[in-house]
Nanobody, 114 residues
Protein backbone atom coordinates (compact mmCIF):
# COMPACT_ATOMS: atom_id res chain seq x y z
CA UNK A 1 0.00 0.00 0.00
CA UNK A 2 1.35 3.38 -0.98
CA UNK A 3 0.04 6.82 -0.08
CA UNK A 4 1.20 9.90 -1.96
CA UNK A 5 0.20 13.28 -0.57
CA UNK A 6 0.39 16.58 -2.40
CA UNK A 7 -0.82 20.13 -2.19
CA UNK A 8 0.96 21.55 0.82
CA UNK A 9 2.71 24.88 0.76
CA UNK A 10 2.62 28.40 2.05
CA UNK A 11 -0.54 30.41 2.57
CA UNK A 12 -1.48 33.63 4.28
CA UNK A 13 -3.87 33.71 7.18
CA UNK A 14 -7.39 33.61 5.83
CA UNK A 15 -6.29 31.84 2.69
CA UNK A 16 -6.95 28.36 1.37
CA UNK A 17 -5.06 25.24 0.42
CA UNK A 18 -6.15 21.85 -0.86
CA UNK A 19 -4.40 18.63 0.02
CA UNK A 20 -4.82 15.40 -1.91
CA UNK A 21 -3.69 11.88 -1.16
CA UNK A 22 -3.73 8.99 -3.59
CA UNK A 23 -3.76 5.47 -2.21
CA UNK A 24 -2.31 2.93 -4.58
CA UNK A 25 -1.12 -0.65 -4.67
CA UNK A 26 -4.15 -1.96 -2.81
CA UNK A 27 -6.51 -4.79 -3.54
CA UNK A 28 -9.22 -3.95 -1.03
CA UNK A 29 -10.94 -0.60 -0.68
CA UNK A 30 -9.82 1.35 2.40
CA UNK A 31 -12.16 1.15 5.37
CA UNK A 32 -11.03 4.55 6.56
CA UNK A 33 -9.16 7.51 5.11
CA UNK A 34 -8.14 10.75 6.68
CA UNK A 35 -5.72 13.47 7.58
CA UNK A 36 -3.61 14.07 10.66
CA UNK A 37 -1.12 16.80 11.41
CA UNK A 38 1.89 17.35 13.59
CA UNK A 39 3.16 20.76 14.58
CA UNK A 40 6.69 21.27 15.90
CA UNK A 41 6.98 20.07 19.48
CA UNK A 42 3.47 18.63 19.49
CA UNK A 43 1.97 15.21 19.08
CA UNK A 44 0.30 14.11 15.89
CA UNK A 45 -3.41 14.87 15.97
CA UNK A 46 -6.48 14.00 13.98
CA UNK A 47 -7.68 16.65 11.57
CA UNK A 48 -10.45 14.99 9.59
CA UNK A 49 -11.36 11.41 8.81
CA UNK A 50 -14.02 9.60 6.81
CA UNK A 51 -15.11 6.00 6.88
CA UNK A 52 -16.00 3.92 3.86
CA UNK A 53 -19.61 4.40 4.90
CA UNK A 54 -19.27 8.15 4.66
CA UNK A 55 -19.15 9.00 8.36
CA UNK A 56 -16.94 12.02 8.94
CA UNK A 57 -15.19 13.33 12.00
CA UNK A 58 -13.38 16.65 12.36
CA UNK A 59 -11.17 18.15 15.02
CA UNK A 60 -13.01 20.92 16.82
CA UNK A 61 -10.33 23.39 15.78
CA UNK A 62 -11.04 22.91 12.07
CA UNK A 63 -14.81 22.45 12.00
CA UNK A 64 -16.43 24.86 9.59
CA UNK A 65 -13.11 25.63 7.92
CA UNK A 66 -11.86 22.30 6.56
CA UNK A 67 -13.74 19.81 4.41
CA UNK A 68 -12.73 16.24 3.77
CA UNK A 69 -13.87 14.45 0.64
CA UNK A 70 -13.08 11.23 -1.17
CA UNK A 71 -13.13 9.83 -4.66
CA UNK A 72 -13.65 6.19 -3.85
CA UNK A 73 -13.28 5.06 -7.42
CA UNK A 74 -9.76 6.48 -7.47
CA UNK A 75 -8.90 5.91 -3.79
CA UNK A 76 -8.25 9.59 -3.28
CA UNK A 77 -8.87 11.60 -0.14
CA UNK A 78 -8.83 15.39 -0.25
CA UNK A 79 -8.73 18.07 2.40
CA UNK A 80 -9.98 21.52 1.46
CA UNK A 81 -8.65 24.00 3.99
CA UNK A 82 -10.12 27.49 4.15
CA UNK A 83 -9.84 30.42 6.55
CA UNK A 84 -6.40 29.18 7.44
CA UNK A 85 -4.80 30.29 10.68
CA UNK A 86 -1.14 30.37 11.71
CA UNK A 87 -1.91 27.60 14.20
CA UNK A 88 -2.76 25.33 11.27
CA UNK A 89 0.94 25.27 10.43
CA UNK A 90 2.09 21.65 10.60
CA UNK A 91 3.14 18.65 8.59
CA UNK A 92 -0.03 17.01 7.33
CA UNK A 93 -0.16 13.23 6.94
CA UNK A 94 -2.75 11.16 5.16
CA UNK A 95 -3.67 7.80 6.57
CA UNK A 96 -5.78 4.88 5.51
CA UNK A 97 -6.83 1.62 7.08
CA UNK A 98 -7.02 -1.38 4.81
CA UNK A 99 -8.16 -4.70 6.23
CA UNK A 100 -7.27 -3.60 9.74
CA UNK A 101 -3.78 -2.28 8.99
CA UNK A 102 -2.71 1.36 9.19
CA UNK A 103 -0.81 3.02 6.37
CA UNK A 104 0.64 6.53 6.34
CA UNK A 105 1.74 8.93 3.65
CA UNK A 106 5.02 10.80 3.76
CA UNK A 107 3.63 14.09 5.01
CA UNK A 108 3.30 17.46 3.37
CA UNK A 109 4.21 20.78 4.97
CA UNK A 110 1.55 23.46 5.41
CA UNK A 111 2.75 26.86 6.59
CA UNK A 112 0.35 29.69 7.32
CA UNK A 113 1.80 33.16 7.77
CA UNK A 114 0.09 35.86 9.80
Amino acid sequence: VQLQASGGGLAQAGGSLRLSCVVSRIIFRPNFMGWYRQAPGKERELVAVVSSGGDMNYAESVKGRFTISTDNAKNVVNLQMSSLKPEDTAVYYCKCIVVGSDYWGQGTQVTVSS
